[in-house]
């Protein structure tokens, strides 16, 4: 009982004062820019993201996140607004099922959570092997930091936050499981004057604000699933045209025990590049690029040259509808497995199967 009433504390203000709290990161643009871009330099460029105290959506949608946890209603209405999928949780036990997830960002929500053991071992229940949590915070220990620390009481915002320092966190989320921790730092401010450098870098110690990126061991077992990349128009059939000219990009995991996960949608920003454009087939592996297996209704040049020169495996499968096609990808998951491991050990074979319906 005293942690609910704990918790119903801390979001009232953003229960409160949605508005004026999303309305701060206008008024406050370079900070908010600064923290924005530490951020997109460690968080992960593609596979399924979710922010944990999504907020007014103003972190999860500029770096690509389609799902947000949010505790307060109101806070999660103007996220929603903006496109977010919300919903209403806490992070100490998220609503999620176990390893659905390739990344998760906490960004400056680490102060409000009753226990920050609590919620990282959750996130690393819901990250799949291999994923990656980003979290985004003040140190408590910086320049920034003690005056927050020192002020909060007269913060609506801030009152109830529990700052922490970089060895405290670092701790934790060791303690969680993570591993191999990558550190970024911005917010870097001129003790003298308060000037405020647009300085980003590695490492923690000068800046206020610190972005720690912790892994998740992949497993022992060389790989237990397969990520598909389908091209589509319109997201229930597979495009006839060629993969670089389909307008979206669904994204897929494949289980060896014919379990399957809709892992995203990804828009095709390329397709307006002429097809026989030397750059496009690049293009296409930076949107795709954690695939394993590449399928399309038909082979084309830069079909043909993915499968010659890189280590994504190409595919043709002539059926109509999405369901069908991963029907047929899943019965032929050994056979897929093997060609995607072959891949990754550098047997780049030039041979594009092709699968039908029975």
Known sequence: MRGDFRRTVKIEPFN????????????EGQIYELELKAIKDLIPKVGKGLEVGSGTGRFSIPTGIKIGIEPSHPMGKISAGKGLSIILGIAESLPLRSESFDFILYNTVICFLDSLRLSFLESFRVLRPGGSVVVGFIDRESYLGNIYNREKDKSKFFKDAIFCSVPELSKILTESGYESLEYGQTLIFDINNGSLSDKISSGYGEGSYVVIKGYKKQRGEKMDKIRICIG???GESI???HMGDTKQ???FDI???SEMDTVDTRVNVAIDLDHSASNKMQEILKIVGDADILVAWQKSPNFTNIAKKTKYQPVVVKAEKINDVLNILKNSFVE???LADK???GDFSPEIPEFKLL
Do not use: G, M, V
């Not at 409160?16 to 206008?26: K, L, T, V």
């Open 16 to 27: 409160n004062f949605p508005a004026e709290y999303d309305e701060w990161f206008d008024k």
């Open 343 to 345: 891949r990754k050990e």
């Open 255 to 257: 289980l060896k025990n």
């Open 232 to 234: 589509s128009n319109d």
């Open 239 to 241: 495009a006839r045209s």
């Open 336 to 338: 897929l497995k093997e």
């Open 249 to 251: 990009f669904l994204i």
